[in-house]
């Protein structure tokens, strides 16, 4: 089944605990993409990556970190998470010549 | 930058009425896809209807119907005979057509309550 994973489903933590969020996709997508959701916010980009090794900012990058080493993962990685990061978070993959995201199935993340 | 606006935060209709939410946008570009994205509440995002720019015709999908104005910047959703199982979060967004570059825009979502 094609598909995009994420892991954990929920987190709590507390502030400055580094942690990481997984994301994998099995349909050999080029571009991947994290965004996060806030009430009244709706979603907003992260960071994307258009391939391996392929990264850059989106709109809300501060306190984030990615890396794409193989075309399936693109885990993002928060190093000393604060309140402010507590959201929901998704991860959606797509490919090159596509007009469609597949989203995963969203991380509850709350910070302490 | 393109924005995304949803001015109706919230909406309720009766089971088998039909609802409109509302959409508009704003952007530069000549070339993109429109979409709307359903969340219920176990939070999956859901692609509902899909509109490109360059099609006049409205994009239909069942009970579910858009009135797409490029020159106005407007993209409506209409449901149709709606069910209890619409309750949901709803997402206009918007994607510039770029080959390879696929950041969607959204806007803040309307939450839509159909009661028996």
């Known amino acids: 089944e094609a598909q995009v994973t994420q892991n954990p489903r929920y987190l709590i933590t507390v502030t400055g605990k580094k942690l990481t969020v997984t994301c994998s996709q099995n349909?050999?997508?080029?571009?991947m993409s994290w965004y996060r959701q806030d009430p009244g916010l709706g979603l907003r980009q992260i960071y994307y990556s258009m391939n391996v090794e392929v990264t850059d900012k989106g709109d809300v990058p501060e306190g984030y970190k990615v890396s794409r080493k193989e075309k399936r993962n693109f885990p993002l990685i928060l190093e000393s998470p604060s309140p402010n990061q507590t959201s929901l978070y998704f991860c959606a993959s797509s490919s090159f010549l596509g007009n469609e995201q597949f989203f995963g199935p969203g991380t509850r993340l709350t910070v302490l | 930058a393109q924005t995304v606006t949803q001015s109706q935060p919230e909406m309720s209709v009766q089971e088998a009425e039909t609802v409109t939410l509302s959409c508009t946008y704003d952007t530069s570009e000549s070339n993109y896809y429109l979409f709307w994205y359903k969340q219920p509440p176990s939070r999956q995002m859901i692609l509902v209807i899909r509109q490109e720019a360059y099609k006049q015709q409205n994009a239909t999908e069942n009970r579910f119907s858009v009135n797409f104005q490029k020159a106005a910047k407007s993209f409506s959703l209409k449901i149709s005979d709606s069910q209890l199982g619409d309750t949901a979060m709803y997402f206009c967004?918007?994607?510039?057509?770029?080959?390879?570059?696929?950041?969607?825009?959204f806007g803040t979502g309307t939450r839509l309550l159909v009661s028996p």
């Open positions: 349909m050999n997508h080029e571009y």
């Open positions: 967004a918007f994607m510039k057509r770029e080959l390879g570059f696929q950041k969607l825009v």
